[in-house]
């Protein structure tokens, strides 16, 4: 982000996000959401957070490794709380599995999003088939 700064994010409108991360994940979501009510767990302390904060209205998973927690984590967070939540990963193997729209950056800019069964089986963005060819789906 040094030189071309942060992304503009268009999030969901959510008052009291939980922001779900470890190492530089977590360190990704204090910077993008300094500004905001949110409240910051990790994978052995977001249960904990989603019950003691009962004002928690959304969820953001960034996760770098994509494939080791961050399934398990969306699917808890469904069935707890039927949460809305968005996923920031590079593994489109997990995105294709656990979320049913995706956004497409490059360089800090989206390029292409759309619901992933379309995006998929029909990408329009030179970077998305490059990304969609290069992935073990």
């Known amino acids: 982000f040094t030189g071309r700064g942060l992304p503009a994010l268009k999030l969901p409108p959510f008052q009291r996000p939980l922001i779900v991360g470890s190492g530089n994940a977590a360190v990704t979501g204090k910077i993008l959401f300094k500004d905001t009510d949110a409240v910051f767990a990790d994978e052995s302390n977001y249960i ?4 003691a904060v009962p004002a928690i209205d959304g969820c953001i998973l960034i996760s770098a490794s994509g494939g080791k927690h961050a399934p398990l984590i969306a699917k808890e967070l469904q069935k707890r709380k039927n949460l809305t939540y968005l996923f920031i990963s590079h ?18 800019k989206f390029v292409e999003s759309g619901l992933c069964e379309d995006i998929f089986k029909n990408p329009r963005h030179e970077y998305t088939k490059t990304l969609l060819a290069s992935a073990l789906l």
């Open 91 to 108: 593994d489109l193997g997990v995105i294709g599995s656990i979320c049913d729209r995706v956004i497409v950056m490059q360089e800090g």
């Open 48 to 51: 904990q957070k989603l019950k």
